[in-house]
């Protein structure tokens, strides 16, 4: 309780004494008790994957025939909404509707059969390639697949 | 004061800002219990506030009032990890808690302290008023702190009460179910609980009002009553000085160290009792189909006994209980004020008898399900 003297200072504290040495002990365990429970948290915090199997990438489209030639159809799908776009009479491919910059929801520019975003005005052509603006990356293209008269997308 | 060359982090930092005049913030809520001097260094002003004395009485009753505040903290904390995954739809209650208990690393872990904790609390809560009350620490100048162990009390009650349905589990499910009907069995407070809770019926509109009572009203409204009790108890201290004067004296330091422990053995309690004896979480409530055995929850089950069992009408027995529960919270109206040692034990014979009537009556509510 007393003040320690000056001179009995060097040895009541430093890691080689046993009170040191147990300050030193239980703070690590404090630390390692408190990494646990940040881990604990931390892992139950991570978005779950919401991971689809490949049954579920295959996308029903539609039919052939309700889309025209050198039209573009949007389709919701979940998180990867993408185009359908019918080039000529058997041509068709499929583009992911999301720009490679800041996710901005591309549009379809039917008469420069390009892609624009609304953001920042970057441009795509229909094999996915950057014309201008700020992308950093081209658009992921999707096999296309006719059965049947129906178009699926293999995602 | 000494001139000790300080070194470290803390050292560092005190060149910069006043951590001393940060620190003495605690003393609003009267964790620490001295006007603290802000212009000299923590370490000195900490040195000397763990060699403050306090009274040995002081220590153990104490740690009930620890355990509220510390279990709600533990509450508030898994309740928030909960309700970034919970959904409060009558569709998706049920399947975001089972995501939450199945699917999710340590998520039933969560799920179990969450629920234990709650447990604990109830049981936490109820026990500080008997020993308030045993105590005699209603009278002034404690009516404050009386009235916030009272509030407190109901808070959690009716937290408690709002959660289990959450879950949408079966028999939680049909506990909320037989619970609503003690309340909304009483006069008054039965309607207006009723127009508060969106109905009679569960459907999505009572479901969402139970999660903001649950999640924001109710816990917002126990942390306002923990602050008064802690800043009450600043002012007028815990200590039964006209009971039994004390004999020891330890030190503020001694004090802290026991309720660290005593916070460790019970988070250690919580854990066991979250692993060993998790609750259960079952199938999902059918609204159509009501599973045999079900009850109350055991806190409400006096009062179902008094409603169901009683003589009477039912709207008398209402009037009884809510004068019973009006008794309790204006305790220190009536209670003898400037109690002399023959009074207080008379009153705390009258304290025992109506206890032990609660647990008679719980037991027979208990009993009435089992026909």
């Known amino acids: 309780m007393s003040e320690p003297s000056p001179s009995a200072e060097p040895a009541t504290t430093g890691p080689t004494t046993r009170r040191g040495f147990l300050t030193v002990l239980t703070r690590a365990f404090l630390g390692l008790w408190g990494l646990g429970v940040a881990g604990a948290i931390g892992v139950y915090l991570r978005p779950p994957e919401h991971g689809s199997r490949v049954a579920e990438r295959m996308v029903r489209v539609g039919l052939l025939e309700n889309l025209k030639v050198g039209e573009a159809l949007l389709v919701r799908h979940s998180d990867s909404p993408f185009y359908v776009v019918r080039l000529d009479a058997t041509q068709v491919v499929a583009l992911s509707a999301v720009c490679t910059h800041v996710r901005c929801i591309l549009g379809f520019d039917r008469e420069r059969k390009t892609l624009t975003c609304p953001c920042h005005d970057g441009r795509f052509d229909l094999a996915g390639r950057v014309l201008s603006g700020p992308p950093p990356r081209p658009l992921a293209s999707y096999t296309v697949s006719v059965r049947a008269g129906e178009i699926f997308v293999q995602l | ?371």
């Not at chain 2, 470290?8 to 940060?22: F, H, M």
């Not at chain 2, 045993?134 to 002034?140: C, F, T």
Request: with cysteine; net charge positive; charged share 15%.
């Open chain 2, 1 to 371: 004061m000494s001139e000790v060359p300080r070194s470290g982090w803390v050292a560092w930092l005190e060149q910069r800002i006043n951590l001393t005049e940060i620190f003495s913030f605690l003393t609003h809520f009267g964790f620490v219990y001295t006007p603290i001097d802000t212009t000299r260094p923590l370490s000195e002003v900490t040195r000397e506030l763990a060699r403050q004395p306090i009274p040995t009485y002081a220590r153990w009753p104490r740690v009930l009032g620890l355990f509220a505040a510390i279990l709600f903290a533990l509450e508030v904390v898994t309740g928030v990890l909960l309700a970034y995954y919970y959904r409060p739809t009558v569709d998706a209650a049920f399947d975001s808690t089972r995501t939450i208990v199945r699917d999710l690393p340590l998520g039933w872990f969560i799920h179990q302290l969450h629920a234990w904790g709650a447990w604990l609390l109830v049981l936490v809560v109820v026990v500080r008023l008997l020993r308030l009350f045993w105590d005699g620490l209603y009278r002034a100048p404690r009516e404050l702190l009386w009235w916030c162990a009272v509030a407190m009390a109901w808070l959690v009650l009716q937290s408690d009460f709002t959660g289990k349905l959450l879950t949408w589990d079966s028999r939680a499910y049909w506990a909320a179910v037989r619970g609503m009907e003690v309340v909304f069995a009483l006069p008054v407070v039965g309607p207006v609980m009723a127009f508060l809770l969106g109905g009679r019926v569960i459907n999505d509109d009572v479901l969402i009002r139970f999660y903001v009572l649950h999640a924001m009203v109710l816990p917002v409204g126990f942390a306002a009553f923990l602050y008064l009790t802690f800043a009450s108890l600043r002012r007028v201290g815990l200590g039964t000085e006209t009971l039994a004067p004390a004999t020891k004296v330890t030190s503020f330091r001694e004090h802290l160290y026991g309720m660290w422990i005593m916070t460790t053995v019970m988070f250690g309690l919580l854990a066991s009792l979250a692993v060993v004896l998790p609750f259960r979480f079952g199938s999902a409530a059918d609204p159509y189909s009501t599973p045999s055995g079900v009850r109350p929850p055991w806190y409400m089950l006096a009062p179902y006994a008094v409603i169901e069992g009683g003589p009477g009408p039912r709207w008398v027995l209402g009037l009884f209980l809510l004068a019973v529960a009006f008794a309790v919270l204006l305790l220190p109206l009536w209670a003898p004020r400037f109690a002399p040692d023959r009074l207080d034990r008379r009153s705390r014979i009258a304290g025992i008898a109506a206890f032990a009537l609660w647990i008679a009556l719980s037991v027979a509510g208990a009993l009435m399900e089992g026909r």
